[in-house]
């Protein structure tokens, strides 16, 4: 099916093609009545505006984008980002606007940064979301310089002046830690994700803050294999943990059949602590006791700060409800 033009919209209204993109355009130049038979016959043809066309005009594109520096083969398998773009979607579309998502290599920052300058000059999106904040992050210059609105959605950045969305882990960090020390437990590690995001660091400064008699972190991915791993690692050791706390589920799911595997009673001998929660970490057995909170509603507030950047309102950083604990059967007394 040839999909219709300006010209075929001209011919059949007999009118030149600058009176249809007066019409089209809603410009002054056509009258009224001819204006609404230009803009009949466009519907019936099925006439729609290319994106590249309405970005010379100077349209809005409709469009935000998000660009992830992780392994498309996490995503799939890492719910936090499954349901932080369900609402995303959700609250996008009651605006009639569409998510650009795309990967971008790993530890590649200036590819990043080259997909916001692409997106920016040709018109493509109105607005993106910075996802994944490390330490002195150059995407946060980066995107200033370009000047395509943007939301951080993470910690506020200490420099710039970027609207940001976050939730405070150090809160959540001390719920799950207060938790386990009222159980008794002193040996308490924490398999991380990440050692450069900003709250991977946020959380490993409060969990050292707290004072516990003695602290092990082992930093990951986020992959299962590298949470098995580091599972591993520290119930090898000499001072094994009685507890762990994991900074996402599909790790604390990797450590429970870890533990299992190292004979190891889950939570008679190891107590086990997840981050995010997620319906995975309801159906093992034992379900796992979980750090919660509305990531689909986290998502739909990063979209609509983002709309209010985009039409040109002053936001900065905005704290959204931190993680509480959801107590569940992989937390009880030390041996």
């Not at 999909?3 to 030149?16: F, M």
């Not at 207060?178 to 008794?184: F, T, V, Y």
């Not at 008679?268 to 006791?289: K, N, Q, R, Y």
Request: net charge negative; aromatic share 4%; glycine share 8%.
């Amino acid at each position: 099916m040839k999909r219709p033009t300006i010209a075929d919209i001209a011919r059949e209204a007999g009118v030149s093609k600058g009176a249809v993109s007066y019409a089209l355009n809603d410009r002054p130049g056509v009258s009224a009545e001819t204006r609404a038979r230009i803009l009949a016959i466009a519907d019936r043809m099925g006439f729609r505006a290319s994106a590249a066309a309405r970005a010379l005009a100077g349209a809005p594109a409709h469009v935000v984008g998000l660009a992830l520096r992780r392994p498309a083969s996490l995503l799939g398998v890492e719910p936090f980002f499954m349901e932080l773009i369900s609402g995303l979607e959700s609250a996008l579309s009651t605006r009639s606007y569409a998510l650009l998502l795309q990967m971008v290599p790993e530890d590649d920052a200036e590819a990043e940064i080259e997909v916001y300058q692409q997106w920016w000059v040709e018109g493509r999106v109105d607005g993106v979301l910075l996802c994944d904040l490390r330490a002195d992050d150059p995407r946060v210059p980066a995107v200033e310089r370009i000047g395509v609105p943007a939301v951080v959605v993470g910690p506020p950045p200490p420099e710039g002046d970027l609207a940001s969305l976050w939730s405070d882990d150090a809160v959540s960090v001390a719920t799950a830690v207060e938790h386990l020390a009222g159980l008794g437990h002193r040996r308490i590690a924490r398999v991380a994700g990440l050692p450069g995001l900003a709250h991977t660091a946020a959380r490993t400064r409060a969990f050292a803050e707290l004072g516990l008699t003695e602290e092990m972190t082992v930093f990951t991915d986020y992959s299962g294999a590298a949470g098995a791993r580091a599972t591993r690692e520290l119930l090898a050791g000499d001072a094994r943990p009685t507890a762990i706390v994991y900074d996402n589920d599909v790790m604390a799911i990797a450590g429970l059949s870890v533990a299992r595997e190292l004979g190891r009673d889950v939570p008679a001998d190891l107590s086990i602590v997840a981050w995010d929660d997620s319906p995975m970490c309801g159906l093992v057995h034992p379900p796992l006791t979980a750090l919660t909170r509305d990531i689909f509603a986290y998502g739909e507030h990063a979209a609509r700060l983002l709309l209010a950047v985009i039409a040109g309102e002053r936001v900065g950083a905005r704290l959204d409800e931190p993680a509480r604990l959801l107590v569940r059967g992989s937390t009880a007394p030390p041996p």
